[in-house]
């Protein structure tokens, strides 16, 4: 008898477990359960997957009948990736660059080949760097070189703490490179560019904050899709100024492989980053002025204007401005290569800004 209540009581905390895990969308749940998705991000990606975390629910559901609830966290790229490295839960990361999500890896939480796991280096959209400044342009601002002037404040986030201010200072250092200048003087010129920085923000939507509620600063270095939110957002309030030289920004996203084999949401969080490259997908990346990277529907998105200074929304939803000459990471020897020369403890950046 002691034998049938020993296994009676097993086969009850079987079923409890089960329920448990059912209950908790194990293994990506069944039809009619819940799984549960985690999403850690940077700053300036809010709206874009706010309006993407419904568009992917409502496929996952018609496709296997799962609610999929997805939690999204914000901040700065390089803050998310050293929290996520730390324990922050997160199923997927959808960081600014490639070497944030790195960080994320060398913590041993994410497999070797990442870059490779989705098209295009596992970067569903890009985006360039650009000047946000207020309407009329009252400083005049065209190019890098106007940064350097004494009478121009400059706002852009840390780029110890924020992925697109290390954008943002690979692009200005492009530029002067570009110029034919010795590292000397380019370094002579970086120092005076941050020298004129009145505020540097921990991520790229504290700087918008820092340029626009609180007025603060006379040109806004930005990725080019927080600019035009803010022109949408005040329209006739700022316009965006697109320098001569920009640089090809391509953040990068992953699943972070030991968090979803320990909760069971593998196949939901790669679908979940697959269908970032669906066609849907692609047009509300578009329509949060992100460029896509289906060369189709990037085309549709183009616009025919010339011009270098952006006044006003185009009517007819093209907004993307080819003319302009782009750099790409690899010009730096890539992100491992330009992190040690620029970011790290002791490198360029530190020197720059005297710390």
Same mark, same amino acid.
């Given at each position: 008898m002691?034998?049938h209540?020993k296994t009676?009581l097993l086969?009850?905390?079987c079923?409890a477990?089960?329920?448990?895990?059912?209950?908790?969308?194990?293994?990506?749940?069944?039809?009619g359960?819940?799984?549960e998705l985690t999403?850690v991000?940077?700053d300036?990606?809010?709206?874009?997957?706010?309006?993407?975390?419904q568009?992917f629910?409502?496929?996952?559901?018609?496709?296997?009948?799962?609610?999929v609830?997805?939690?999204?966290?914000?901040?700065?790229?390089?803050?998310?990736a050293?929290?996520?490295?730390n324990?922050?839960?997160?199923d997927v990361?959808?960081?600014?660059l490639?070497?944030?999500v790195?960080?994320?890896?060398?913590?041993g939480l994410?497999?070797d080949?990442f870059v490779q796991?989705f098209d295009?280096?596992s970067a569903?959209?890009t985006?360039?760097?650009?000047?946000?400044?207020r309407?009329g342009?009252e400083k005049?601002?065209t190019n890098w070189d106007?940064l350097? #002037?004494?009478?121009?404040?400059?706002?852009?986030p840390n780029?110890?703490?924020?992925?697109?201010?290390?954008?943002?200072?690979?692009?200005?250092?492009y530029?002067?490179?570009r110029?034919?200048?010795e590292e000397e003087e380019?370094?002579?010129n970086?120092t005076?560019l941050f020298?004129?920085?009145v505020v540097?923000?921990?991520?790229? #939507?504290a700087?918008t904050?820092s340029?626009v509620?609180?007025?603060q600063g006379?040109?806004?270095?930005?990725?080019?899709?927080?600019?035009y939110?803010?022109?949408?957002e005040?329209p006739?309030?700022y316009?965006?100024?697109i320098p001569?030289?920009?640089i090809l920004?391509?953040?990068?996203?992953a699943?972070v492989d030991?968090?979803v084999?320990?909760?069971?949401t #593998?196949e939901?969080?790669?679908?979940?980053l697959?269908?970032?490259?669906?066609?849907?997908?692609q047009?509300?990346v578009a329509?949060?002025?992100y460029r896509?990277?289906?060369?189709?529907?990037y085309?549709?998105y183009?616009s025919?204007s010339?011009?270098?200074?952006i006044?006003?929304?185009?009517?007819?939803?093209?907004?993307?401005?080819?003319?302009?000459?782009?750099?790409?990471?690899?010009?730096?020897?890539g992100?491992a290569?330009?992190?040690? #020369?620029?970011?790290?403890?002791?490198g360029l950046?530190d020197?720059?800004?005297?710390?």
């Amino acid at each position: 008898m002691g034998h049938h209540i020993k296994t009676g009581l097993l086969l009850c905390l079987c079923a409890a477990l089960l329920c448990a895990l059912a209950a908790c969308g194990g293994e990506d749940g069944g039809e009619g359960e819940v799984v549960e998705l985690t999403n850690v991000s940077y700053d300036p990606t809010r709206e874009l997957y706010a309006a993407y975390n419904q568009l992917f629910s409502d496929y996952w559901l018609d496709l296997t009948g799962q609610t999929v609830e997805i939690t999204q966290s914000h901040g700065g790229s390089g803050s998310q990736a050293l929290q996520v490295a730390n324990g922050l839960e997160a199923d997927v990361v959808t960081l600014a660059l490639e070497q944030d999500v790195q960080a994320v890896a060398d913590a041993g939480l994410i497999e070797d080949g990442f870059v490779q796991e989705f098209d295009n280096d596992s970067a569903p959209y890009t985006s360039i760097i650009v000047f946000l400044v207020r309407a009329g342009n009252e400083k005049e601002i065209t190019n890098w070189d106007d940064l350097l #002037r004494e009478d121009v404040e400059i706002v852009t986030p840390n780029p110890k703490t924020s992925g697109g201010a290390r954008w943002n200072y690979l692009a200005a250092w492009y530029y002067f490179e570009r110029q034919g200048l010795e590292e000397e003087e380019i370094l002579a010129n970086m120092t005076t560019l941050f020298q004129n920085v009145v505020v540097l923000d921990s991520g790229a #939507r504290a700087a918008t904050t820092s340029f626009v509620e609180n007025g603060q600063g006379d040109v806004l270095i930005a990725w080019e899709n927080e600019a035009y939110l803010t022109m949408e957002e005040y329209p006739g309030e700022y316009e965006i100024v697109i320098p001569s030289v920009s640089i090809l920004c391509q953040p990068t996203v992953a699943v972070v492989d030991e968090v979803v084999d320990r909760n069971g949401t #593998r196949e939901v969080a790669e679908a979940y980053l697959e269908y970032l490259y669906s066609e849907e997908a692609q047009r509300l990346v578009a329509e949060n002025y992100y460029r896509p990277c289906n060369a189709e529907i990037y085309q549709e998105y183009v616009s025919q204007s010339e011009g270098s200074v952006i006044t006003a929304l185009s009517g007819d939803g093209a907004w993307i401005v080819d003319a302009v000459e782009l750099v790409d990471i690899d010009y730096f020897g890539g992100w491992a290569e330009a992190t040690q #020369r620029h970011f790290s403890d002791g490198g360029l950046f530190d020197q720059i800004f005297g710390e």
